[in-house]
Every structure is written in C-alpha cells, then in structure tokens.
C-alpha cells in the first residue's frame, strides 16, 4: 500500500516538475512577437488615421492601441534619434511642433529609410502604442512599400 | 498713417510670437526609465517617446507619457503591466502637468549645471497626486536644456494592486528616472 502511494505521490512531482519547467519556458520566458512578420490587422492612410485619433482618440484608441497597423502616406521626415530611426508623417502642426504619425522603426529597416527623399510616398506597418496628443506612435516599424 | 500703424502692429504681434516661442522647448523623446527591486528579481522597463514641453518664461513643465511604449525585456512583463497593473486600455496615457519652482536660481541663458525644484500634479492610471521634487537643468551653449531626475513614487498611491503570488517579485516603491533634452520649439 505504501509503495503504491510512493508511486503516486513520485508520478505528481514529476508532472509538477515538469509543469513549472514549460511554465518558465513557454510562458514566464516567452519572447516578444516578431512584428516584422505580423499581418496587419488594418490597413489605411496615415490621413484617416491620424483624424480618427483627433477627433475621438478613446474610440480610436480602442479600436488600434495595441494592434498592428499599416499606413499609406508622404513620409515627410525621417529622424535619427539616440541610434533609433522615426518615419514621420507630419499631418499638422501644434504645441509641439509637427505632429502626425511617428513609427519607430526595426533596426533592419532603418537603413533603406535613410536613404529616401523627404516626401517618399511609403506603406509602414507598426504596432501602434496610442495618441500622447500630439502625434499617434507605433514601434517595431517595417517598411512594407515605397513608391520610389 | 493708418498703413504705418497697421505695419507696426504686424511687426509687433510677429516679434511677440515669435519671443513666446522662443522662450518653450520641448522634445518628443525624452526617455523615462522605472525600476523595480524586489526580493526575487529586479524589473526594470524604458520608454523613450515622452513628450515634453518647459516654458523658460513662467516655468511651466509638462509630459505625457503613453504607457504602451514602455518597453520590458520579458513580454510577459510587459502583458502584465499593461493589462494587470495600469490598465492601459482604460488609462493610455500619464501625465505630469507643474512648474519650476526655483526659477530664480536658474539663469537659462548661461550655459551651466543647475539644481532645479519641480512641483506639480502626476497622473498614472487616472488617479492624480501632488509631487515636489529635485532635479536638474544642464543648459547648453548649443541652446538645448538637459533636464534630469529621479525619484520614488508608491505604486500603491496610484491604485496598482500586487496580487499575493507575486508579492516578492514587485517592489511596493518604485525608483522613476527622468531624461529629457529639450530644444527651442522654433529651431
């Protein structure tokens, strides 16, 4: 009788064991999407986008924060800022200056951004974080087409 | 006459604007930083897309940080602060809206390190608190201003709820660094 429970009570620790190790690696340990791969949940101009957010920015934050988003418009500035790479699509103008769409991109597709003249018709996809009330920002950008 | 007088008031709202503007700088990068210290392991996340604007004038000193551009290094951490803790879909952004509050002691027109005296209104997760702290102003013969400091805010003050199971893994304090450099808006 004993053996037998010493065997069950064996058996659950090793699921246990088991559990936590695939716990840490799938879950506690689970690395960051890969953006540049991700489909688009919209597709859209960087006009419309923009406008969505300044007329109604909850509605619009609720519809796009936290989703992966592909823009159409002139990219009227490309900043280099602390070795990172900003495609900007300058669509106003307010307290801080330029204001519009401003997408951070992935280091691997910083470099052909540099090379474009200011006013490059572009599609970017990023993953956009909101509307800080000035600008609409999104991170992990990839260049997806330039009409150059 | 009535021309001249029309030309001079021109000139005069123009030369006005134009000092107003002179006297804000702002940047759209300045970087915060929060850590965490916690018996079973330290968090730390960055965000360097913070918005903010100093009027050298009035001593004005805002930012606005959206709190989905805080960067973790593990995504489970970052699911976790933004769906658990801050809520970011209900609260996307934190603001900080206050003045300098030693203005006096601040020459903005030399370039020099200066201690600097902030007051004003944090708002995280909805919940506003008044804050008085310290920091520092580097001007620059460049024209920019590099802001600094860093502090200690209570999560909880803000309403962020530390379930028992991860009791020791967040810090009930959390140490915030503040990085901004700021440019004259007409440059």
């Known amino acids: 009788m004993k053996k037998k429970w010493f065997k069950i009570l064996l058996i659950l620790a090793g699921i246990g064991v088991v559990a936590a190790v695939l716990g840490y690696i799938f879950i506690y340990n689970k690395p960051h999407p890969n953006y540049e ?44 800022v602390d ?6 699509f300058v669509l106003s103008e307010g307290l801080f200056g330029n204001e519009g769409i401003r997408v951070t991109m992935l280091e691997n597709h910083s470099g052909p951004l540099l090379d474009m003249p200011p006013g490059s018709l572009m599609s970017i996809k990023g993953y956009v974080t909101g509307y800080n009330g000035t600008d609409v920002i999104m991170e992990h950008g990839s260049l997806m087409h330039s009409y150059q | 006459m009535k021309k001249i007088i029309g030309i001079l008031t021109i000139l005069l709202i123009f030369s006005y604007h134009q000092e107003v503007q002179a006297q804000r700088y702002v940047t759209k990068d300045g970087r915060i930083t929060f850590f965490s210290e916690a018996p079973a392991e ?19 000193f805002i930012f606005r940080v959206l709190m989905k551009s805080f960067q973790f290094e593990k995504a489970l951490m970052q699911e976790h602060f933004n769906e658990n803790y801050i809520e970011s879909h209900k609260h996307p952004n934190a603001t900080f809206s206050g003045k300098v509050t030693n203005l006096e002691a601040i020459d903005f027109g030399t370039p ?52 028992r199971a991860v009791i020791n893994n967040i810090a009930e304090e ?14």
């Open chain 2, 174 to 187: 959390i140490e915030i660094k503040v990085d901004v450099k700021l440019s004259p808006l007409n440059n």
């Open chain 2, 42 to 60: 330290n968090i730390e996340a960055f965000n360097n897309q913070v918005n903010s604007a100093l009027d050298i004038g009035s001593g004005d």
């Open chain 1, 37 to 80: 791969k991700m489909n688009p949940d919209f597709t859209l101009t960087a006009a419309v986008l923009f406008n969505e957010y300044v007329e109604d920015s909850e509605a619009a934050g609720l519809e796009y924060n936290g989703k992966m988003v592909a823009v159409e418009g002139e990219v009227t500035l490309v900043e280099s």
């Open chain 2, 112 to 163: 020099g390190t200066y201690n600097a005296v902030v007051s004003g209104d944090l708002t995280i997760k909805g919940i506003t608190k008044s804050i008085t702290e310290e920091g520092m102003f580097e001007v620059n013969a460049d024209g920019t201003i590099h802001g600094q400091a860093t502090f200690m805010i209570a999560i909880a003050d803000f309403d962020i709820k530390i379930p």
């Open chain 1, 83 to 88: 070795e990172q790479v900003k495609a900007y």
